[in-house]
């Protein structure tokens, strides 16, 4: 390991800058790469380019380590070097498995990938299959969302760095946990943003984060071959086992062949070579199908996509929020849609955009287990004004009914870390940038995004407040309390009959027959029926078939009849039929 590279296809002269040594002179080669070979600079050297004339020494844009920050210096790092235990991982395939979404930061006091492995037990008793882990890669401050990296190669210094993260995803391994990481090509954050002063990665169009990345102008090949090679890495050297990739929908790419599809060959070709399954999912507001029909179709290839309205319906129907983008959801004929097409905007009318909106997917050919469902998640929790979660607004009742409803519907569920004890915890919008001038500018632009909404401005926490992150750190104490006990053990017993019952993971969308009436509604997953009675007051509901038994209830006082079934108020139950 001598040699340094780095893509500077403008610059007229590249310097290396190497701790305690004379700055060097590097060699251009062809396609804007320069070179040099430096003997003694192992892994653990310091080393920084400077651009031009200019002497500030800037780090890597493949830096894989940046034990100073996103403005020190880049060290080098040996894949190699770690010690793996998980050489007997077969992966985790996404049809079947449930995901567990979690921030590093909050999910323990810690907010360490370390600390991250001393709760894993936790989640192999709840009986989740696969972990996100919102975006790891480095960023300026000690804490945020994520979302404003600016290091691609490299894990996040204060989490714990890259050896952290291979310790995580081992130990994850090693309890029989897959582990997909949430990743953002979008754009750069605003803080450390070093790689577009090196070459094009920027376009001249914009996103709602800033600049979009230059995926189809000129210079826009090593670019996509930058991201390419990042998505590579993560699955590769770190042993991940999928990728979200954030808002696709934000790509400016006007090429014949779209970088999600060539992600997909890549992807596929590692895996093939692998062994394992590797997974892509994509976050689109789209409602676009192509994104997971096979290639082979004329589709994209990606293995799945966040479902919205999924989550819409459901939060709609339990909360009877109707603002912003719920407006067109909440009913139960709107559920119906949902569990038997994937979209409620399907090619229709949406209110909130103002235009139609969406496309079908094919219901017969397309399975449910391409698209990932939540109750919950960063997004529809930390962008409301207070991050406050369902569980502050929901009786428990409700909390089990759209858990029964989430975890038997044909599609990938996802929880939110804590969702299943019923945690009280917010999770708000936080960041840490050490600039005052960045620091006022999002404050200010977090008051007036909600002040737009109504939202009085002295309401909205100040993301930089240091008690605004501290509010939305997991309480894990809450679980000595018996309301959060029981709430679990719920949640343990669903995820365990869903794994039990093939029928409820069955993933054919034109097999979800779906009946609804006032305040009830009643899905068929085969040999399995799941009644919700959604009104303060108990029901009858009717019942196609004998009841053979009940396998799940979500409280006591359920009675079965001949020809249906009563449930108490605000409860669900699953029957053999």
Same mark, same amino acid.
């Given at each position: 390991?001598?040699?340094?590279?780095?893509?500077?296809?403008?610059?007229?002269?590249?310097?290396?800058?190497?701790? =305690?040594?004379?700055?060097?002179?590097?060699?251009?080669?062809?396609?804007?790469?320069?070179?040099?070979?430096?003997?003694?600079?192992?892994?653990?050297?310091?080393?920084?380019?400077?651009?031009?004339?200019?002497?500030? !020494?800037?780090?890597?844009?493949?830096?894989?380590?940046?034990?100073?920050?996103?403005?020190?210096?880049?060290?080098?790092?040996?894949?190699?070097?770690?010690?793996?235990?998980?050489?007997?991982?077969?992966?985790?395939?996404?049809? =079947?498995?449930?995901?567990?979404?979690?921030?590093?930061?909050?999910?323990?006091?810690?907010?360490?990938?370390?600390?991250?492995?001393?709760?894993?037990?936790?989640?192999?008793?709840?009986?989740?299959?696969?972990?996100?882990?919102?975006?790891?890669?480095?960023?300026?401050?000690?804490?945020?969302?994520?979302?404003?990296?600016?290091?691609?190669?490299?894990?996040?210094?204060?989490?714990?760095?890259?050896?952290?993260?291979?310790?995580?995803?081992?130990?994850?391994?090693?309890?029989?946990?897959?582990?997909?990481?949430?990743?953002?090509?979008?754009?750069?954050?605003?803080?450390?943003?070093?790689?577009?002063?090196?070459? !094009?990665?920027?376009?001249?169009?914009?996103?709602?984060?800033?600049?979009?990345?230059?995926?189809?102008?000129?210079? @826009?090949?090593?670019?996509?071959?930058?991201?390419?090679?990042?998505?590579?890495?993560?699955?590769?050297?770190?042993?991940?086992?999928?990728?979200?990739?954030?808002?696709?929908?934000?790509?400016?790419?006007?090429?014949?062949?779209?970088?999600?599809?060539?992600?997909?060959?890549?992807?596929?070709?590692?895996?093939?070579?692998? =062994?394992?399954?590797?997974?892509?999912?994509?976050?689109?507001?789209?409602?676009?199908?192509?994104?997971?029909?096979?290639?082979?179709?004329?589709?994209? =290839?990606?293995?799945?996509?966040?479902?919205?309205?999924?989550?819409?319906?459901?939060?709609?129907?339990?909360?009877?929020?109707?603002?912003?983008?719920?407006?067109?959801?909440?009913?139960?004929?709107?559920?119906?849609?949902?569990?038997?097409?994937?979209?409620?905007?399907?090619?229709?009318?949406?209110?909130?955009?103002?235009?139609?909106?969406?496309?079908?997917?094919?219901?017969?050919?397309?399975?449910?287990?391409?698209?990932?469902?939540?109750?919950?998640?960063?997004?529809?929790?930390?962008?409301?004004?207070?991050?406050?979660?369902?569980?502050?607004?929901?009786?428990?009742?409700?909390?089990?009914?759209?858990?029964?409803?989430?975890?038997?519907?044909?599609?990938?569920?996802?929880?939110?870390?804590?969702?299943?004890?019923?945690?009280?915890?917010?999770?708000?919008?936080?960041?840490?940038?050490?600039?005052?001038?960045?620091?006022?500018?999002?404050?200010?632009?977090?008051?007036?995004?909600?002040?737009?909404?109504?939202?009085?401005?002295?309401?909205?926490?100040?993301?930089?407040?240091?008690?605004?992150?501290?509010?939305?750190?997991?309480?894990?104490?809450?679980?000595?309390?018996?309301?959060?006990?029981?709430?679990?053990?719920?949640?343990?017993?669903?995820?365990?009959?869903?794994?039990?019952?093939?029928?409820?993971?069955?993933?054919?969308?034109?097999?979800?027959?779906?009946?609804?009436?006032?305040?009830?509604?009643?899905?068929?997953?085969?040999?399995?029926?799941?009644?919700?009675?959604?009104?303060?007051?108990?029901?009858?509901?009717?019942?196609?078939?004998?009841?053979?038994?009940?396998?799940?209830?979500?409280?006591?006082?359920?009675?079965?009849?001949?020809?249906?079934?009563?449930? !108490?108020?605000? @409860?669900?139950?699953?029957?053999?039929?």
């Amino acid at each position: 390991m001598t040699g340094f590279t780095v893509w500077a296809p403008q610059a007229r002269r590249v310097r290396l800058r190497l701790t =305690g040594r004379p700055d060097r002179e590097m060699t251009r080669e062809s396609g804007g790469w320069w070179r040099s070979d430096v003997p003694g600079t192992g892994p653990g050297t310091d080393y920084a380019y400077l651009l031009d004339d200019d002497d500030q !020494p800037l780090p890597d844009p493949r830096s894989a380590w940046q034990p100073a920050g996103v403005h020190g210096p880049s060290r080098r790092y040996d894949h190699d070097a770690f010690a793996w235990t998980d050489r007997a991982w077969t992966g985790r395939a996404l049809p =079947g498995s449930v995901l567990y979404e979690l921030h590093v930061g909050t999910f323990t006091p810690q907010g360490t990938f370390d600390s991250a492995i001393e709760r894993l037990d936790h989640l192999v008793d709840l009986g989740v299959d696969m972990i996100e882990l919102l975006p790891v890669n480095a960023f300026n401050g000690e804490h945020n969302w994520g979302y404003d990296g600016v290091c691609w190669f490299a894990p996040h210094q204060p989490y714990g760095g890259p050896d952290g993260l291979k310790r995580l995803v081992d130990a994850a391994h090693t309890r029989g946990l897959g582990l997909i990481l949430d990743v953002v090509y979008n754009h750069f954050g605003p803080s450390g943003a070093y790689a577009p002063l090196f070459g !094009p990665y920027l376009a001249e169009q914009s996103n709602a984060w800033g600049r979009a990345v230059n995926l189809d102008g000129p210079g @826009s090949d090593e670019v996509r071959r930058y991201i390419t090679d990042s998505v590579l890495m993560w699955l590769r050297d770190y042993h991940v086992d999928g990728l979200r990739l954030d808002a696709v929908h934000a790509f400016v790419d006007s090429r014949a062949t779209p970088l999600l599809e060539e992600l997909a060959v890549e992807v596929e070709t590692l895996a093939a070579g692998l =062994g394992r399954p590797l997974s892509l999912i994509a976050e689109s507001d789209l409602n676009d199908p192509r994104l997971v029909t096979p290639r082979a179709a004329g589709g994209l =290839g990606l293995h799945a996509q966040w479902n919205d309205d999924a989550h819409h319906a459901l939060h709609a129907l339990l909360t009877g929020e109707r603002q912003g983008y719920y407006a067109d959801f909440g009913s139960l004929e709107c559920l119906a849609d949902v569990l038997t097409g994937a979209f409620f905007h399907a090619g229709t009318w949406s209110s909130f955009r103002q235009r139609t909106h969406g496309r079908p997917i094919d219901r017969h050919r397309t399975p449910g287990h391409r698209f990932v469902a939540s109750l919950q998640n960063h997004d529809q929790i930390g962008n409301r004004a207070l991050g406050d979660r369902i569980s502050a607004t929901l009786s428990p009742g409700l909390l089990r009914v759209g858990a029964t409803l989430l975890l038997t519907a044909p599609f990938t569920p996802m929880l939110f870390m804590g969702e299943e004890w019923g945690a009280r915890t917010p999770w708000q919008f936080f960041t840490s940038h050490p600039e005052p001038e960045l620091a006022a500018a999002v404050a200010t632009g977090r008051r007036r995004e909600f002040a737009a909404h109504g939202w009085p401005a002295t309401d909205v926490p100040d993301p930089q407040d240091p008690q605004t992150f501290a509010r939305s750190r997991l309480d894990w104490a809450e679980l000595d309390k018996p309301e959060h006990r029981e709430m679990l053990a719920f949640y343990r017993r669903l995820i365990a009959l869903r794994r039990r019952r093939p029928d409820l993971t069955d993933a054919r969308l034109d097999l979800v027959d779906v009946r609804y009436g006032d305040q009830f509604v009643v899905v068929r997953r085969g040999r399995c029926l799941v009644a919700a009675n959604l009104a303060g007051k108990p029901q009858r509901i009717n019942l196609s078939g004998v009841v053979r038994s009940v396998l799940l209830a979500t409280s006591t006082g359920v009675t079965v009849m001949r020809d249906g079934i009563e449930l !108490p108020a605000e @409860s669900a139950a699953i029957v053999e039929a």
